[in-house]
């Protein structure tokens, strides 16, 4: 079956923009998570959605960052006003059995 | 918090050798699970292989096995007869139980010399 599904691939915005990152999950997952990995290092947990629970954002930077996920489908990761640090690659993963995560190509993201 | 060290930011193998990369972490829990991601130069995230903490048996597949010791702390993964499609950035991670976020180690680089 499909995999998870990333958009865009690539994004290049201007400092201060606002970008929206897309999710699809594989389907049936119920679980849907968003991580970031900026350049050479590992991967940042950012937030984490479980069915209808209410989402754990512990991994959220700052108040610029939000997420939404419809259902058990889509995810929309938001970055508003951007700045150049928020340049990196974000990787979306979904999960079936509350073990093993699986990646989407991820967007990578710069910011000028 | 639970923390996850890999002390080997790059390794070198020649192809059809083996190799192991390393890993170590921090956790209070008794019940948790450790992987072993491949990231190529494509970006995508790759699941190589999962343990269970509970499980004493070690994960194998195919090539890639690990050696988990549970009171050390330890998680390395071997891979046996070394393929030129095995050069990538490895990571090694741990979740709790139960859909949990996944904490990553730093990676290593593994370069495949033919």
Redesign the interface.
């Known amino acids: 079956g499909a995999g998870v599904s990333q958009s865009p691939s690539n994004k290049v915005t201007e400092k201060g923009k606002d970008v929206e990152l897309r999710c699809d999950p594989i389907s049936g997952h119920t679980a849907l998570y968003w991580y970031r990995q900026r350049l050479g290092q590992g991967l940042e947990f950012l937030i984490y959605f479980q069915g209808n629970s209410a989402p754990d954002k512990s991994g959220l930077p700052s108040d610029r960052f939000s997420a939404e996920r419809t259902g058990e489908s889509v995810s929309t990761l938001t970055i508003q006003r951007t700045q150049q640090e928020d340049s990196a690659v974000y990787l979306c993963a979904s999960s079936s059995d509350l073990s093993a995560q699986y990646f989407g190509p991820g967007t990578r993201l710069t910011v000028l | 918090a639970q923390t996850v060290t890999q002390s080997q930011p790059e390794m070198s193998v020649q192809e059809a050798e083996t190799v192991t990369l390393s890993c170590t972490y921090d956790t209070s829990e008794s019940d948790y699970?450790l992987?072993w991601?491949k990231q190529p130069p494509?970006?995508?995230?790759?699941?190589v292989i999962?343990q269970?903490a509970y499980k004493q048996q070690n994960a194998t597949e195919n090539r890639f096995s690990v050696n988990f010791q549970k009171a050390a702390k330890s998680f390395s993964l071997k891979i046996s007869d070394s393929q030129l499609g095995d050069a990538a950035m490895y990571?090694c991670?741990y979740?709790r139980?139960?859909?949990?976020?996944?904490?990553?180690?730093?990676?290593t680089r593994l370069t495949i010399n033919p």
């Open positions: 699970y992987f991601y494509s970006r995508q995230m790759i699941l999962r269970e990571f991670a979740s139980q139960g859909a949990q976020k996944l904490v990553f180690g730093q990676g």
